[in-house]
């Protein structure tokens, strides 16, 4: 039955159980290749269980789902950002606090930007 109790706990539990199986698998992977567990930790896991949550959550409205999904391009993009700029940080040295400091704030620059643009 829809809204019960068991699908609120499965749909809060799915996406939590399955970012903690990644990172545990990323944290064994590393030791023996670290191309494999960049791969892994990147593997697109939580848009699709988003996209599901919301879409069950919709009732089955694809058109809101949609308009979900097209908001999840600019967190795609901003998060692609992030990484490169943490990419560029590190091979400068900039120390580990930092890059993550300047990465987040460009990040938090790229959301805000396209949200002011959108309106």
């Given amino acids: 039955m829809p809204g019960d109790g068991g699908t609120v706990i499965r749909d809060r539990l ?7 199986l990644v990172i545990v698998l990323v944290a064994i992977v590393q030791e023996r290749s ?9 593997m697109p896991l939580t848009a699709p269980l988003a996209m599901w949550i919301v879409f069950s959550a919709s009732g089955g409205d694809q058109r809101q789902t949609a ?8 967190g ?18 900039w120390g580990f606090g930092m890059t993550l400091l300047v990465a987040s704030v ?6 805000m930007g396209w949200h002011w643009l959108a309106r």
């Fill in 67 to 74: 308009d979900f999904v097209r908001s999840m391009v600019v």
């Fill in 14 to 20: 799915v996406p939590v159980a399955l970012s903690v």
């Fill in 34 to 42: 670290r191309a494999l567990a960049a791969i892994l930790a990147t």
């Fill in 106 to 111: 460009v990040w938090l620059a790229v959301v």
């Fill in 76 to 93: 795609f993009a901003a998060s692609l950002i992030f990484v490169l700029a943490c990419w560029l940080g590190l091979r400068q040295a």
